[in-house]
């Protein structure tokens, strides 16, 4: 079985609305999609939503020294403890460590009102 990540990718109009919304404060970009499981065989429950569009709650927009991410709420379960959109990092710093940072302290700022962004559920090769 092919492993890979399970991911709900944004549309390019949802990535252009989040930049506007919260624009990157590191010089290494990514704003590209909400994790919901990594290096995975696709497990049957999800293989409906492949290819579905999904709505995307913008929350919380959080930072420490290292890294930036938008915390979300979705509708399908996410590995993560912090549903999110890694939005920037330092360089050197992988995407990765959103996780971690939205786990400890970090800064962070409500994103007022009921502001949503789409994506569609894919499953890719890793």
């Known amino acids: 079985m092919i492993k ?61 020294d290292k890294i930036q991410a938008i915390y979300v709420g979705i509708k399908l379960p996410s590995k993560n403890k912090f549903p999110h959109i890694t939005i920037s990092a330092k360089e050197g710093v992988h995407s990765v460590e959103s996780n971690q940072m939205l786990e400890s302290e970090h800064e962070s700022t409500s994103i007022p009102g009921e502001i949503r962004v789409e994506g569609i559920v894919k499953f890719l090769p890793i």
Do not use: M
């Open 4 to 64: 890979g990540a399970l991911w709900i990718v944004l549309t390019e109009e949802s990535k252009n609305r989040i930049r506007q919304i919260c624009p990157p404060i590191f010089s290494k970009v990514y704003i590209d999609h909400v994790t919901l499981q990594y290096n995975i065989e696709l497990p049957e429950e999800y293989k409906p939503y492949v290819d579905s569009t999904q709505k995307i709650l913008l929350k919380e927009i959080c930072h420490n």
